[in-house]
């Protein structure tokens, strides 16, 4: 069974920038989540899906991220325009329920110059 | 707004040592999840606790949960280089969300 993934590995833009990053969760898993990692801090919740529908946005810093999940399959999280301090690694992570492991995709390294 | 913190923040530790780290959230969770990232990857799922007062053991790990299911913990017994990473709770307090706690970074000294 493949796991999730995610797309780009790495990603380099400089301030004001567009980027969308990408991820595609365990194939039957309703539940999507995106979460972001500073500086090797806390993993800060950013929002969750359940199918195509979001379930909670609330860790979303501001209106410049937005998050789809179109169909209920992959999702994109695009962040525009970037600022410096949305450098981090972004994880997504999917699982069959909320009450059950989650399982975590290797993560998008974001750098805004 | 929700809180989950964990003690220590760091730990270095001689290999063979025993070594906890606490969870306390500012609210009741349905349940509490550990997970491990090690160094350069991504979390990965240890274990899941769902009672309250709940005990459970894998190998040389015991995990438990609190009986306000507010605070756990997770000890690992005779370190090994190989427990090296950071150690991480979560959990959801309401349908949505889900925190993780602020981690604890485990360094073991061979």
């Known amino acids: 069974e493949a796991g999730v993934t995610q797309f780009p590995s790495h990603s380099v833009i400089e301030k004001g920038q567009t980027v969308t990053l990408r991820c595609d969760p365990i194939?039957?898993?309703?539940?999507l989540y995106w979460y972001r990692r500073v500086m090797g801090k806390e993993i800060k919740f950013l929002l969750h899906?359940?199918?195509?529908?979001?379930?909670?946005e609330s860790g979303m810093p501001n209106n410049r991220f937005l998050a789809e999940r179109t169909g209920g399959t992959y999702s994109t999280l695009k962040v525009q325009p970037a600022e410096l301090e949305d450098s981090g690694v972004y994880f997504c992570?999917?699982?069959?329920?909320?009450?059950?492991?989650?399982?975590f995709g290797p993560g998008t390294r974001l750098t805004v110059l | 707004g929700q809180q989950v913190m964990q003690i220590p923040q760091y730990q270095h530790v001689q290999e063979g040592e025993d070594f906890t780290t606490y969870c306390n959230s500012s609210?009741?969770?349905?349940?509490i999840q550990w997970y491990k990232q090690r160094p350069g990857g991504h979390p990965v799922f240890l274990i899941q606790?769902?009672?309250?007062?709940e005990v459970k053991k894998q190998k040389r790990l015991t995990f438990q949960f609190g009986e306000a299911k507010k605070n756990s913990s997770l000890h690992i017994t005779a370190t090994q280089t190989t427990d090296v990473g950071t150690y991480f709770c979560?959990?959801?307090?309401?349908?949505?969300?889900?925190?993780f706690g602020t981690g604890t970074s485990l360094t073991v000294i061979p």
């Open positions: 992570a999917s699982s069959q329920d909320r009450l059950h492991e989650q399982f």
């Open positions: 194939s039957g898993h309703d539940n």
């Open positions: 899906f359940v199918k195509e529908s979001k379930q909670d």
């Open positions: 609210t009741t969770l349905s349940n």
């Open positions: 606790l769902v009672k309250s007062g």
């Open positions: 979560a959990g959801p307090p309401s349908p949505g969300q889900f925190y």
